[in-house]
T-cell receptor, first 111, second 119 residues
């Protein structure tokens, strides 16, 4: 099956700093989502981005499908950004609605 | 939140007992999924449904069964719980609902999770 690798696994930031999280995947996809899991365990949808670039406030994401990677940018980080960020992909073809998750990037934003 | 609820939210049970977790959605989404989350593994797909009475296995289906007799409910059953099934279980949905609340047909939205402990 498709493989998903996220980097870095852990990240500590000072409040106000910027960061880039990376997601590499091993095959063609027709679904790519970024999630934030907050400290209470809730999974929050950030972006649905199988290709292209999107922005939502301080967050933006870019997926280069031909090169099999996606980037999540967090600018002017806040303590509320802390948590685990997951990339999940759906492989092209039959069963493409199934998501395969990376192991996540744990972000800690300190005041 | 795409109208997804899970019950119970927390459960402690003993090895060998049957357990059923319920996922309920209110917006008529076609697809429903069960995932489990364990430390160091992200989320892994257990089973999914693509319509009433239409289900299929995911990556980690051994020891689990599912049923979907109504569009709004997707049940996950552990026939005889084992300690290795201690986990947090998430339900998800996709596919445009009756209200058109999902922007993309593929995009999945998750419920709040159920924490299951098997002693």
């Amino acid at each position: 099956g498709i493989q998903v690798e996220q980097s870095p696994p852990d990240l500590i930031l000072q409040e106000g700093a910027n960061s880039t999280l990376r997601c590499n995947f091993s095959d063609s996809v027709n679904n790519l989502q970024w999630f934030h899991q907050n400290p209470w365990g809730q999974l929050i949808n950030l972006f649905y981005i199988p290709s292209g670039t999107k922005q939502n406030g301080r967050l933006s994401a870019t997926t280069v499908a031909t090169e099999r990677y996606s980037l999540l940018y967090i600018s002017s980080s806040q303590t509320t950004d802390s948590g685990v960020y997951f990339c999940a992909v759906g492989a092209s073809g039959a069963g493409s609605y199934q998501l395969t998750f990376g192991k996540g990037t744990k972000l800690s934003v300190i005041p | 939140d795409a109208g997804i609820t899970q019950s119970p939210r927390h459960k402690v049970t003993e090895t060998g007992t049957p357990v059923t977790l319920r996922c309920h959605q209110t917006e008529n989404h076609r697809y429903m999924y069960w995932y489990r989350q364990d430390p160091g593994h992200g989320l892994r797909l257990i089973h999914y449904s693509y319509g009433v009475k239409d289900t299929d296995k995911g990556e980690v289906s051994d020891g689990y069964s599912v049923s979907r007799s109504k569009t709004e409910d997707f049940l996950l059953t552990l026939e005889s719980a084992t300690s290795s099934q201690t986990s947090v279980y998430f339900c998800a949905i996709s596919g445009s609902g009756a209200s058109g609340s999902v922007v993309s047909y593929n995009e999945q939205f998750f419920g709040p999770g159920t924490r299951l402990t098997v002693l």
